[in-house]
């Protein structure tokens, strides 16, 4: 059904810069919304930010509002994060995610169980 790819992770000191990507393998995917989540070490995966189908909604938790932006070309279709003024307590796994469903309340659109197509993370590490 087509797979997602992140890429862009790494090691960045706090106050520093870092855009990541997600690569769908199939045209279906322009169609959806995505979302990125991350989850650090011991902690559950948490909802970091979400866009729609045609890029014009976007949703982001409040940890990261105002210094993270998502954006998506569907001509990829390609998500991405670009994220500012990183913290040290922004480290952890990013993944990309895709849901057919457009939900309108935080309960469901922040639940990882919503979205069913997932990718296999990449790491960013904020250190000095």
């Known amino acids: 059904q087509g797979q997602l790819l992140e890429s862009g992770g790494g090691l960045v000191q706090p106050g520093g810069s870092l855009r990541l990507s997600c690569a769908a393998s199939?045209?279906?995917?322009?169609?959806?919304?995505m979302a990125w989540f991350r989850q650090a070490p011991e902690k559950e995966r948490e909802f970091v930010a979400r866009i729609n189908w045609s890029g014009v909604a976007t949703d982001y938790a409040d940890s990261v509002k105002g210094r993270f932006t998502i954006t998506r070309d569907n001509a990829g279709p390609t998500m991405y994060l670009q994220m500012s003024d990183l913290k040290v307590e922004d480290t952890a796994v990013y993944y990309c995610?895709?849901?057919?469903?457009?939900?309108?309340?935080?309960?469901?659109?922040?639940?990882?169980?919503?979205?069913?197509?997932w990718g296999q993370g990449t790491q960013v590490t904020v250190s000095s």
């Open positions: 199939a045209r279906t995917f322009s169609n959806f919304a």
């Open positions: 995610a895709a849901t057919a469903s457009w939900y309108t309340e935080p309960h469901f659109f922040q639940a990882a169980r919503k979205y069913n197509h």
